[in-house]
């Protein structure tokens, strides 16, 4: 089966830098994607690593080390309105399936204070 | 461009009832996924489709959970009777293909009283 830790509550300065772990247990791993999601609202797109490295995304980085089964977000400049919950899901899936699936880890609820 | 499309976005209804909730993809989008979304937990996939075909059914509790995609577009998911522990967000998702990336609608919040 598949599984996602990361941690449940993070805390931060706005301005400041913070980083959210990921690490997960997967068959068929083909990449790890990052979402964002305000209360009550849907699920937002904010990255896919399916190498190893770092991808940047304006003021949002993302890593991946596949080798560690290990991920993590960064946020950078942090403002108020960056304030969500951030999820990391695993794209796995098997050879020649034309297709994936998306598990999810719990989420992260990150809150950004003045 | 606009995003998925989901109604109603909030539902009360008592225990044994049926609820039914709707789904408009994005545009030429030819996969659409239904997922539930627990409090504090991410969102777990019920249903996946391409198409008019359900590909992927497998986490779909088939005895009170029925979904269709009649035409390949719009989806209905409807579950009957409803039970307390169904609250929750039921979140639709759509994508041009089978691999591409998922953009998720608003959900809908069901509560079970």
């Known amino acids: 089966g598949q599984s996602l830790e990361q941690p449940s509550e993070v805390t931060a300065v706005e301005g400041a830098i913070v980083q959210i772990n990921c690490t997960y247990q997967t068959s068929g791993f083909y990449g790890l994607s990052w ?10 797109f904010l990255s896919y690593n399916a190498l190893d490295g770092l991808e940047e995304t304006g003021r949002f980085s993302s890593f991946l080390s ?15 309105k960056d304030s969500a919950s951030y999820f990391c899901a695993v794209r796995s899936g098997y050879s020649g399936a034309g ?11 990150l809150s950004v204070i003045p | 461009e606009a995003g998925v499309v989901q109604s109603p976005r909030y539902k009360i209804i008592e225990k044994k009832q049926p609820v039914a909730f709707w789904c408009n993809p994005i545009s ?23 198409n008019e075909e359900a590909v ?18 719009d989806s209905t998911l409807k579950i009957q009777p409803a039970e307390l522990g169904d609250s ?3 979140l639709c998702a759509s994508s041009h293909s089978p691999v591409g990336e998922q953009y998720f609608g608003p959900g809908t919040r069901l509560t079970v009283t």
């Open chain 1, 99 to 109: 297709s994936y699936q998306l598990t999810f880890g719990k989420g992260t609820k």
């Open chain 2, 28 to 50: 030429g989008h030819n996969t659409l996924y239904w997922y539930r979304q627990n409090l504090g937990q991410g969102p777990e996939l019920l249903i996946r489709y391409e």
């Open chain 1, 35 to 44: 979402y964002q999601q305000h209360d009550g609202g849907a699920p937002t």
């Open chain 1, 66 to 80: 596949r080798s560690d089964s290990y991920g993590y977000l960064l946020l950078q400049e942090l403002q108020m």
């Open chain 2, 88 to 90: 929750a967000v039921y």
């Open chain 2, 56 to 73: 992927d059914d497998s986490q779909l509790p088939k005895d009170r959970f029925s979904a269709e995609r009649l035409k390949g577009v």
